[in-house]
Every structure is written in structure tokens, then in C-alpha cells.
């Protein structure tokens, strides 16, 4: 009996070694979800927000489009002089001096005549007129909502352009980090000028002053092409290779759209893919859309990190409306929050949510220079 027991009790002791409790088991698998959620919550934002990309390149900038040289007055013909009879003098009165035609600037100087100047400058505290640009900046107070809205004409394409934070891009769209937008803007003699869609965050879709850096889809897309239309697509919407091949001028990745294809107030909800939880009140930064040549920017104040100013933002179907009451056919938003900022004459006009920018979207008086890839430079 002895020897049996003796022989029994090991094998018992080795059963009671297989068996685990079931709460360790559930700390165990918890333990493992924690992990690898914080795995990939590193890989997916932190090191791609950073723009870490663990050895791999963006490829060389695609030229997509270029601007049509500006037209010019075509000069009278010079007729040439012949020898004329003399004719006896005459007390007649001398004719008046012909009224100069008067030449415009750009695809839709004409168009807009009577938005733009023949010339001179005419500037106040918060209007820009010129023969290129009109821009008139209007500030919107209602109970609890305090926006800006700069009412934009321009005579030609050339005028509206986006910079990146740190000067011209290249195959990793440009070095540094964020950047103040008043400093940007100062930098390209923008008149008026609003955060753009904070592109490192998500690498989406990104074409600059005709330029692509990158082409991975990223939930709802802008394009302003070189026509001066402008239209907005979902995901599921967008034919990207028709998008590149009719000359795309600017490409953003944030949004929502705002509007629909008739113009109409689009309505958002919390678990959409492309608000996520990013759809209540919140300062804003948008662009609404006329017609060609005629625009609107737009930046909506709003509380932050418990910070009161006097309004708490508008969520995306307030946007929304907002846009389709001044009468606009596309909307899209920018990156709002903490991002949200608009830079006047140069000065920082909003409250500053503690963030520079990667990028902005501006109107100036002189043209944008188009940016060159670095193969292209090389080459010349």
C-alpha cells in the first residue's frame, strides 16, 4: 500500500500543476489584448503620425498640373504712316482722346470685373482689393457662436495656393514639424490664410500646387482643379485615376464633405467612418465653394481644454448648414480642433489652440510659385 501511495502522490502533485485558475486565465488574455492594442496603437499612430516609417521613401512628386500662362492685351496694329495731302485749317473742335482699354487680369478678371481694381491697391482693416484678388473678412457672433468668414474673389488660379509648414516639398512632402500659421503665412505673402488638412497625420491623398506626393485613399476626398471647380468625393466615390487625369490643382484628405450634389446640408452622426468622434461641437476650419474664381474660407472658434471664449463650435451638420445658407455648392472641412487657425495680413486673428500646422491653404496677391521635384531640379 505503501508503494502505491508513494507512486500516487507525484501524479496527483503533476495534475494540480496543469490546472490554472480561470481569473488567471482572464488576466492573462487581458495582459495580451493590452499588448497588442498598444502595438498597434504605436505602429499605426504614434511612429505614422511622426512620420516614422521604418525605412520606407515616398517616392519623387508627379507633376499632375500646371496653370495656363495669364492672358495678355493683345497690342492694336501698327499702321504705317503715309504721306498725306495738306488740307486747309479748319476751327474745328479736336477730337476727344480715346478712353483706354482697360485689360484684365486672369481667367475671370472679366468675369468679376467689377470685384477688382484696374490696378491699384485698396486695403482697409479687414478688405483686400486689388486687379487679382477681392477678399472681404467677415466676423460672425451669435449666442454661443463666434466664426470668421472671408469672402473670396480671384481673377486667376494662380492666386490660391497651399504651403507646407517648412518650405517646399519633396519626395517627403518637407522636413520639420508644425509650424504657427501667421509664420507660414507671412513666409508666402498670404492674405488670408487657414489650416489645411494636417496631412502627416493619415497620409491620405495629397496633391500640391499640381503636384502628387501621395495617393493612398483616405476617407473623404477635395479636389480644386485648374478650372477653378471644386468638388468633394467619398471613398467609395472616387475614381482616383480619373482624378489625376483631369488635372487636379489641390487635393485634401480630412473632411467630411459638407454638401450634396445639389448643394443641400448633409447630416452627420457620431459613428460615421468619417467623423468618428470628432462630430460634436468643435472649432472648425472649412472651405465653401461659389463657382469658379469665387470661394470662402472659413474658421469657427470653440472652446478647448476646458477653455470658454465666448463660443463652443459647431458640429458638422451645423457646418453644414451654415454653408448651404450663403449659398454655396461644395463645403469641406479641414482639420478643426486644436489645428483650427486662421492667419489675417499675416497676424494670427483666432485663438491659438496650443498646434501649429503642417499645412495651409492661402490667397495672395502674387502668384504661387509652383513647386519643381527634386529629379527635375537635378536634372536641370
Sequence with gaps: ??????????????HRKKRMSVGKMVVLDLLAIIVGLNVFALFHHVLDYWDIHLGTTAPVPVVLATLPPEPTAEAAPVETPQQAEPTPETDAEPSPEPTPTRVYSGMWGEKFADKFTEGEVIQTENSYQSANVNITLERIEEPGLVYFVADVYISDLQYFGTAFATGEGNGEYNVGTEVQI???????????????????????IVIRNGLLYSETPYEDV?????????????????DLEALKSAAPW???????????????????????SNVLSINPKNPRCAIGYYEPGHYCLVKVEGNRWGKFIGSYGMTFSELAAMFEARG???????????????????????????????DIVYIADTPVVANTPKSAESEG
Design 1 to 14: 500500500m505503501d508503494a502505491m501511495e508513494e507512486k500516487e502522490i507525484p501524479q496527483k502533485r503533476k
Design 328 to 358: 454655396c455648392v461644395r463645403a469641406y472641412a479641414f482639420d478643426g480642433g486644436r489645428s483650427a487657425a486662421m492667419s489675417w495680413m499675416g497676424e494670427f486673428l483666432s485663438t491659438n489652440y496650443d498646434r501649429g500646422s503642417f
Design 250 to 272: 489641390q487635393v485634401w484628405s480630412f473632411g467630411p464633405g459638407l454638401l450634396d450634389a445639389e448643394g443641400h446640408a448633409k447630416t452627420f452622426y457620431d459613428s460615421q
Design 182 to 204: 501667421d509664420e507660414i503665412a507671412r513666409r508666402v505673402n498670404a492674405i488670408v490664410a487657414i489650416n489645411g488638412d494636417h496631412y502627416k497625420l493619415h497620409n491620405g
Design 222 to 238: 477635395c479636389a480644386l482643379y485648374t478650372d477653378g471647380t471644386l468638388e468633394t468625393y467619398t471613398k467609395d466615390e472616387l
